[in-house]
């Protein structure tokens, strides 16, 4: 025993105290992490924890007078049943019995486990009989299986036996109903993840391919085989000697991911978020400069749970045949190489895809070209796996692969299930060098929740679906798009190559253009094809940094845009790529406001394209034509016509090419009923527009009424995404922001009232606006963004300075640069607020307190209160 631990079998019961427990108990600890990091085996670590904890426990059953109970026994469950305890793992316990005992049974078992609470140790534990035993797991799968793998720590062994003699496969959970429920509570687990692995800030026991899968595999084979390790399944033919040692180097891997997890936050949590990953990447010994230590353990992470979530697949697959017997499917031959097993695609030849690598291909052309299979049957799973890690060469360097490679795309039902399996199993990583690189590449960002490939993955399969009928209801634009597209391979190999050059440095737009055009040469597109899927990879962030980040109202932004579009072909496909792109980076990004302003951007640009960019837009007939059709809209409200022509001459000519007829109208009758102008009007639209919520500002102008509004919304936890700023020619403001609920949908119907009333008091009040002191969230504590100030050139002369600002995003951004615009007596027109993930991206246009553009020397000044100001609170 080494000199650092103290065994607690070499104790005796009485001299276990809680002061002697716990010095035990950090010995173990302290001696564990030394092992840990000197890289001691990681199974003999987990397996030395739970037999010291054996010692442990049954010093202390003594100590409490439970050892002379004759038919009472101590068993482990769970991990713990298993013999395995991670460093905070709960320890799992059972306190089994023939017959139910007197209260002064219960008493000790009660200053038993209050003993182990004292020690702060995370105890989960049940006192039952063996009957109550039985009758709980004859309901719930979660208890049987724990059950099934009890191990007796001390006590009267003959309990223990009765409970397992009660627990065999022919009384209790035959095998067949076990594997049956194992798999379904399995696909449930899997769907709680969204079945997918790829999370940034993945659960590493529960996700799928994670270590809640292998235990999976196990349970099934210890009730069907009697089989209690990885070793013992193997040596059952379920396994060849290269998967078990495949399984077992990635049990031990995520066993240390988990160890030091463990380790480093002190407590039973599995999710590797991350404010924990550069620690956890230390303690597993990763080196490198800045991110490269989380990148490389991430990356091995994500090619782990892979190669777990594979074998889980096969020998699911296996069992379901050693256990259902459903090995005498129906056999139906689909072609000279392939057949149909049940609904699974079979080799007909084993060795086929040794010596012809092109038929990998054909068989993924075969499950596009044939709706009713939906998997891989688990022998040519098994070949697949097999040929994919022995080629010598990719398999676009095979013509014939890039002729079905094409022939695959170019199938309709190619999205349906070929292209997910083609991931799944890593064959686009065989197929193409770029794809293996951005395999697991992580992206450090509070924006994406996938690695590159996942993304792109999802893109790849949002493109699929816009041709489904289920999107006409979601994406419209994109379905109709979609559908009359002649030729969609383009825009799907523009979703595969548009992030294919992330993480090599550099411009990974640029990058990726490049690979695409040489990739589509080879692949035989004609050079015209070629350059447009080449065009879309380089230009994949030109519409959503448009729609989100420039006023898309402006006749110049819009020509601007439509001229590097050039045509109605590049705008369909870039629109389309755009919306793909944006739903695949995480699950909660989209929402009506980005496709309400992408979809605007879209009709103006089209209409742009076929007027001619020779020929601007008249914009005072534009201006007449909002006024008309507002008007129209009023007459139906029974307002006067001399109150509206009287109010509207008060209106710069700005508003009424910057409003929509309907907003022109909903303003003018508040503004005409509102009985004192000298008091704040505020309203906010009931019917949402522009895909958020629409509030209106009606006040006398005053200085800093843009810092009073975000503070006012601050506090109301609503976020603006747009801000429209403009003046009466008499000194009113008509602002008008478009704010959103945290989960990027309108403002709730319930809070409408409350916070009209709360802004115009807020608007109202002479007192200085609070601004809300907040620590920034977890997440956020992990990036650092240094805040930067430019000043845009305009093409063309301008009255207005266009700012842009790049920060941390954190709690009252919006008021404090407000507040900053106003002790410089600058003028704020128009902003547009883009938050993506942990940082801002925000736009205003300013002017001076003299009304024009800002001088070279307020610019600075105005760069340093900002950078001075963000700096100062994010101390806080």
Known sequence: MDANLLAPALLSPDELTISRCKEILSRLQSWLEQRFEAGDDINELVCLRSQ???????????????????????????????????????????????????????????????????????????????????????????????????????????????????????????????????????????????????????????????????????????????????????????????????????????????????????????????????AVAMALGYA??????????????????????????????????????????????????????????????????MHEPAAILRLFYQIAACPQITGIYSSTLRELREARRTQHIFLCERADCRRLFMMLLRHPGSGHLALPLMHRYGVLAAYFPQWSKIVGQMQFDMFHAYPVDEHTYRVLKNINGFREPGSQRRHPLCHNISNRLRK??????????????????????????????????????????????????????????????????????????????????????????????????????????????????????????????????????RIRENQQQARRLLDHLDTSYEQVKSLWTRFPADYFLRHTPEQIAWHSRHILAHAKEEHPLVQISQQPGRGGSELFIYSPDSPNLFGRVAAALDQKNLNIHDAQIMTSKDGYALDTFIVLEPDGQPVSGDRLTDLCRDLADALASSLAPVIRARPPSRRHREFYVPTQVHFLQPARPSKRTLMELVALDTPGLLARIGAVFSRLSLNLHAAKITTIGERVEDFFSLTNAQNCPLTEQEQQQLREKLVDELKQRDKM
């Open 52 to 278: 010291h904890m054996d010692q442990l426990l049954t010093g202390l059953w003594a100590r409490h007078g439970l050892a002379q109970q004759n038919e009472l026994a101590l068993v482990a469950v769970g991990g713990y049943g298993r013999g395995e305890l991670h460093p905070c793992s709960d320890i799992d316990l059972l306190v089994l019995s023939r017959h139910r005992h007197h209260e002064a049974f219960n008493e000790r078992i009660g200053h038993f486990v209050t003993q182990l609470w004292d020690l702060h140790l995370e105890v989960g534990h049940s006192v039952r009989t063996v009957a109550e035993c039985v009758t709980q797991g004859e309901h719930d799968i979660t208890v049987a299986t724990n059950l099934i793998e009890a191990r007796l720590i001390t006590g009267c062994y003959d309990t223990f036996a009765d409970l397992s003699q009660a627990t065999a496969p022919d009384r209790f959970w035959p095998s067949q109903a076990f594997f049956e429920a194992k798999r379904s509570e399995q696909e449930q687990r899997h769907r709680q993840f969204h079945d997918s692995s790829y999370k940034l800030e993945p659960d590493i026991k529960n996700s799928p391919g994670g270590l809640r899968d292998i235990q999976t595999i196990s349970w099934v084979a210890r009730r069907h085989f009697g089989a209690t390790t990885l070793g013992e399944m193997a040596s059952h033919g379920f396994l060849s000697d290269a998967e078990f040692d495949e399984l077992q180097d990635c049990q031990n891997f995520l066993w240390k991911l988990r160890f030091a997890l463990h380790t480093v936050t002190g407590r039973a949590d599995n999710r590797l978020l991350f404010d924990r990953q550069r």
């Open 288 to 353: 490198g400069e800045g991110n490269q230590p989380i990148e490389y353990m991430m990356k091995r992470y994500y090619q782990t749970v892979r190669r777990v979530a594979e074998l889980n697949e096969l020998l699911l697959q296996l069992f379901d045949e050693a256990i259902l017997g459903h090995i005498a499917m129906d056999v139906k031959t689909l072609t000279p190489e392939f057949r149909l097993r049940g609904r699974l695609i079979d080799l007909a030849d084993p060795e086929l895809f």
């Open 488 to 621: 969609p391979e383009l825009l799907l190999l523009a979703g595969l190559f548009h992030d294919i050059a992330k993480g090599r440095g550099g411009d990974h737009s640029t990058l990726g253009a490049d690979d695409a055009l040489a990739f589509c040469m080879a692949h035989g597109l004609d050079r015209s094809d070629a350059r447009l899927v080449s065009w879309l990879v380089r230009q994949h962030l030109l519409m959503s940094v448009t729609a989100q980040r420039r006023d898309i109202h402006d006749p110049d932004v819009i020509r601007e845009f439509a001229t590097q579009v050039r045509d109605e072909l590049h705008l369909d496909f870039l629109y389309c790529l755009t919306v793909a792109d944006i739903c695949a980076t995480n699950d909660t990004l989209w929402n009506d406001w980005k496709g309400s302003l992408l979809r605007d951007l879209y009709f103006s640009t089209q209409k742009a394209l076929r007027r001619g960019l020779e020929n601007p837009p008249d914009l005072r007939l």
